[in-house]
């Protein structure tokens, strides 16, 4: 029995049909249909039920593709025990946010392809959060304050923020000075999320309200420099907007807590060697930059 076969039918298993395991696998939809076709011959069974939709697991698919799975990951780290060193091989599938991503990550992950030349790595860029296990990836880079689940967590860096409005707003509406005064401001945000500040030691939480929301940082720093209500930004969006007077530090005296850069991955005993080598090196390459304290090894 083929590893490919076995792989390729739990890619289309997830995904839900043989167009998105074709692309998350980076090969041709009549691969993936030859391994298929294949895989359920060699066991004389359908795996798989062929809709105007996609494909779905039928009874006997629904019970492999589990076994299938496990056999995948056995299989690698079988291939870890013995080559724990040396070239990465496979493929590695990371989610990244679109705001952060470009400027300061996208450079590590060109630099993994350049250190392991037969390593296929495929990136998705986005700032929403995706399901690792559902949509296939490998583990996925993100920004900010996580909430509590059952995916693993390591910290491979720190990213400082800051309050801003544009001189404009600032003229027109005030600046606010104490956290209690931002609910009679705009707010411009990614969604419902709750605005944390600093007082000292401790922590004051408050809900903002405001008109204005976007899931990119890079289109509520703009929002923000057009005068429309104050943002919450990471200083890497926003510095270039600073230091050209577009936009203005407020609330300096209750400033946010620091967030975290993070690689999530699926819950499971081991990660895989390729999530190891891409965590430590984004570790080795984020301490280099200087709007971001990477944590200690």
Same mark, same amino acid.
């Given at each position: 029995?083929?590893?490919?076969?076995?792989?390729?039918?739990v890619e289309?298993?997830?995904a839900? #049909?043989?167009?998105?395991?074709?692309r998350?696998?980076?090969?041709?939809?009549? @691969?993936?249909?030859r391994r298929?076709f294949?895989?359920?011959?060699e066991l #004389?069974? /359908?795996?798989?039920a062929r809709?105007?939709?996609g494909?779905a697991?039928? +009874?006997?698919?629904?019970a492999?593709r589990d076994h *299938?799975a496990r $056999?995948g990951?056995e299989i690698?780290? *079988?291939? +870890?025990? @013995?080559?724990p060193?040396?070239?990465l !091989?496979g =493929?590695?599938r990371?989610a990244i946010?679109?705001?952060?991503?470009?400027t300061h990550?996208?450079? $590590?992950?060109?630099?993994l392809a350049?250190?392991h030349?037969?390593?296929h790595?495929?990136? &998705?860029y986005?700032? =929403?959060?995706?399901?690792?296990i559902?949509e #296939?990836?490998d583990?996925? @880079?993100?920004?900010?304050?996580?909430?509590? &689940?059952n995916?693993?967590?390591?910290?491979v860096?720190v @990213?400082?923020?800051?309050f801003?409005?544009?001189?404009?707003?600032?003229?027109?509406?005030g600046a606010p000075? %104490?956290?209690?005064?931002i609910a009679s401001?705009?707010?411009?945000m990614?969604?419902?999320?709750a605005? /944390?500040?600093?007082?000292g030691d401790?922590?004051? !939480?408050?809900n903002?309200?405001g008109?204005y929301?976007?899931?990119n #940082?890079i289109a509520?720093?703009? %929002?923000?420099?057009a005068?429309?209500?104050v943002?919450w930004l990471?200083?890497? $969006?926003?510095d270039a907007?600073v230091?050209?007077?577009?936009?203005?530090?407020?609330?300096?005296?209750?400033?946010?807590?620091?967030a975290?850069v993070?690689?999530i991955?699926?819950?499971g005993?081991h990660? &895989?060697?390729?999530?190891?080598v891409? !965590?430590?090196?984004l570790i080795?390459?984020? $301490? +280099?930059d200087p709007?971001? *304290?990477?944590?200690?090894r």
């Amino acid at each position: 029995m083929d590893i490919d076969d076995l792989r390729t039918f739990v890619e289309v298993a997830d995904a839900g #049909g043989v167009s998105a395991a074709a692309r998350r696998l980076g090969v041709s939809k009549s @691969i993936v249909s030859r391994r298929l076709f294949r895989l359920e011959a060699e066991l #004389g069974v /359908q795996l798989l039920a062929r809709t105007t939709r996609g494909a779905a697991l039928t +009874e006997a698919g629904a019970a492999f593709r589990d076994h *299938a799975a496990r $056999v995948g990951a056995e299989i690698d780290a *079988a291939r +870890e025990t @013995i080559q724990p060193t040396g070239d990465l !091989t496979g =493929r590695l599938r990371v989610a990244i946010p679109l705001t952060f991503g470009p400027t300061h990550l996208a450079p $590590v992950l060109a630099e993994l392809a350049r250190r392991h030349p037969k390593l296929h790595i495929h990136s &998705s860029y986005s700032d =929403r959060f995706v399901d690792l296990i559902a949509e #296939g990836f490998d583990c996925a @880079i993100r920004v900010g304050h996580l909430q509590d &689940s059952n995916l693993v967590v390591r910290r491979v860096g720190v @990213i400082h923020g800051k309050f801003l409005a544009s001189p404009a707003y600032v003229e027109a509406h005030g600046a606010p000075e %104490a956290p209690d005064e931002i609910a009679s401001h705009q707010a411009l945000m990614q969604g419902t999320e709750a605005w /944390q500040f600093m007082d000292g030691d401790k922590t004051i !939480t408050v809900n903002p309200q405001g008109r204005y929301k976007a899931d990119n #940082g890079i289109a509520l720093a703009a %929002a923000a420099a057009a005068g429309l209500g104050v943002a919450w930004l990471p200083d890497c $969006v926003t510095d270039a907007y600073v230091a050209s007077g577009a936009l203005v530090p407020i609330m300096t005296r209750y400033p946010p807590p620091s967030a975290g850069v993070y690689v999530i991955r699926p819950p499971g005993q081991h990660p &895989s060697r390729k999530v190891r080598v891409l !965590t430590e090196l984004l570790i080795e390459c984020l $301490v +280099e930059d200087p709007r971001l *304290a990477a944590v200690e090894r």
